[in-house]
């Protein structure tokens, strides 16, 4: 019983900090690693809810079907190249012959799929810089100023 209260406690935490991440505020972007870390509010969010709350923006939205036009190619490359990298890894293990141009065509396939990659990952920051800029946006009051004048019961108002 106490495994099921705490599955439920961990799910409830996990679905109110996704919500926390689609209210407003700056996405930051910083180097973590060999990776981005992403931050809304003060808090690190993950690839996912970055991508839930860019979905909501329509500009970001936009930057993001460009870029995601990119990640088919570079998925299968790289998967292709992994593939064909490991096969004669499996033959020397096993024992026997391995083709090392095999290898090497895997390598040139894994080296192709970087240029894919980094495109995509280039959108992705194009449509957070998109996001970020509609947020600032939203923030800057607008001036509304009517001249003329309007009719009252009571009197004349004007209003500025």
Same mark, same amino acid.
């Given at each position: 019983?106490?495994?099921?209260?705490?599955? !439920? !406690?961990?799910?409830?935490?996990?679905?109110?900090?996704?919500? #926390?991440?689609?209210?407003?505020?700056?996405?930051?972007?910083?180097?973590?690693? !060999?990776?981005?870390?992403?931050?809304?509010?003060? #808090?690190?969010?993950?690839?996912?809810?970055? $991508?839930?709350?860019? %979905?909501?923006?329509? %500009?970001?939205?936009?930057?993001?079907?460009?870029?995601?036009?990119?990640?088919?190619?570079?998925?299968?490359? #790289?998967? *292709?190249?992994? $593939? $064909?990298? #490991?096969?004669?890894?499996?033959?020397?293990?096993?024992?026997?012959?391995?083709?090392? $141009?095999?290898?090497?065509?895997?390598?040139?396939?894994?080296?192709?799929? *970087?240029?894919?990659?980094?495109?995509?990952?280039?959108? %992705?920051?194009?449509?957070?810089?998109?996001?970020?800029?509609?947020?600032? !946006?939203?923030?800057?009051?607008?001036?509304?100023?009517?001249?003329?004048?309007?009719?009252?019961?009571?009197?004349?108002?004007?209003?500025?």
């Amino acid at each position: 019983m106490k495994t099921y209260f705490l599955l !439920l !406690l961990l799910g409830f935490s996990s679905f109110f900090s996704a919500a #926390s991440a689609q209210t407003g505020g700056e996405i930051i972007v910083q180097k973590k690693g !060999l990776g981005f870390a992403y931050y809304q509010q003060g #808090s690190q969010i993950s690839k996912k809810q970055l $991508l839930h709350v860019l %979905e909501q923006h329509p %500009e970001a939205r936009k930057e993001l079907q460009k870029g995601y036009r990119n990640a088919l190619p570079a998925a299968a490359l #790289s998967y *292709v190249g992994a $593939l $064909l990298i #490991s096969y004669p890894l499996s033959k020397q293990l096993a024992g026997n012959q391995p083709n090392w $141009l095999v290898s090497g065509a895997g390598a040139g396939l894994l080296t192709f799929s *970087v240029p894919f990659a980094g495109a995509r990952m280039k959108r %992705e920051h194009l449509a957070i810089h998109a996001y970020n800029e509609g947020q600032y !946006l939203a923030k800057r009051p607008e001036t509304d100023l009517r001249i003329g004048y309007a009719y009252n019961r009571a009197s004349f108002v004007f209003t500025f």
